[in-house]
């Protein structure tokens, strides 16, 4: 600000202003618009980062469904096979047709599924 002839001059962004009042009054206008620009950019930065965890949350649940979802089906994968036809569990060695039944080349004289497991020399084990 410059003093000429008992008249305050003041360059500013809006213009020259020759009275010193008006220059005080445009310095304090111009403040009070930069702290309200920061202001409201204050507050964008702040929607943004509330933007940011709400999708944060939402990504944990959508995992937190994904992982229910993968323990519902868990006991589908667990399940176990049916017993044979004379009540015994089933074992690894045991063929069974698609209608759960043994496979006919698998099944003894007497009926019975054929247990084709060998004895340490290999030989079949004729139990």
């Not at 002839?5 to 220059?23: D, E, F, H, K, M």
């Not at 667990?78 to 043994?102: K, M, N, Q, V």
């Amino acid at each position: 600000m410059q003093t000429t002839n008992a008249r305050s001059v003041c360059t500013t962004t809006l213009g020259t202003i020759t009275t010193a009042s008006a220059c005080l009054y445009v310095n304090i206008f111009l403040l009070q618009l930069l702290l309200l620009l920061l202001l409201l950019l204050l507050l964008l930065l702040l929607l943004l980062l509330l933007l940011l965890l709400l999708l944060l949350l939402l990504l944990q649940l959508l995992l937190l469904l994904l992982l229910l979802l993968l323990l519902l089906l868990l006991p589908l994968s667990l399940r176990r096979r049916p017993p044979t036809t004379d009540g015994r569990p089933r074992t690894t060695h045991d063929r069974w047709t698609s209608e759960g039944r043994p496979t006919e080349d698998r099944l003894t004289t007497d009926g019975r599924p054929r247990d084709d497991r060998r004895t340490i020399d290999g030989r079949p084990n004729d139990d």
